[in-house]
């Protein structure tokens, strides 16, 4: 996962992107969360690999990997 996640504070305000490459992680959870599937991405997106989102869900479910989680709605 670390070679398909960089942090750069050069790129998109150092927010996770994809490769170095100005695709934000939450970009690419947000589009899985609306229903497009991955072929949907691969296609719209072509610079973008299966790997790259098989890894932006890896990246967020280890961010879930937490002791504690407030209420959302608070």
Do not use: Q
């Not at 996770?16 to 229903?35: K, Q, T």
């Not at 610079?47 to 989102?53: C, K, N, V």
Request: hydrophobic letters at 40%; glycine letters at 4%; aromatic letters at 6%.
């Amino acid at each position: 996962m670390s070679d398909r996640i960089t942090v750069d504070p050069l790129v998109c305000h150092g927010k996770p992107c994809i490769r170095g490459l100005r695709y934000p992680v939450e970009n690419v959870l947000e589009w899985l969360a609306s229903g497009m599937t991955t072929e949907e991405i691969l296609a719209d997106y072509n610079d973008l690999e299966r790997e790259d989102i098989l890894a932006a869900l890896s990246y967020a479910a280890r961010l879930t990997h937490i002791k504690r989680l407030d209420r959302l709605d608070a």
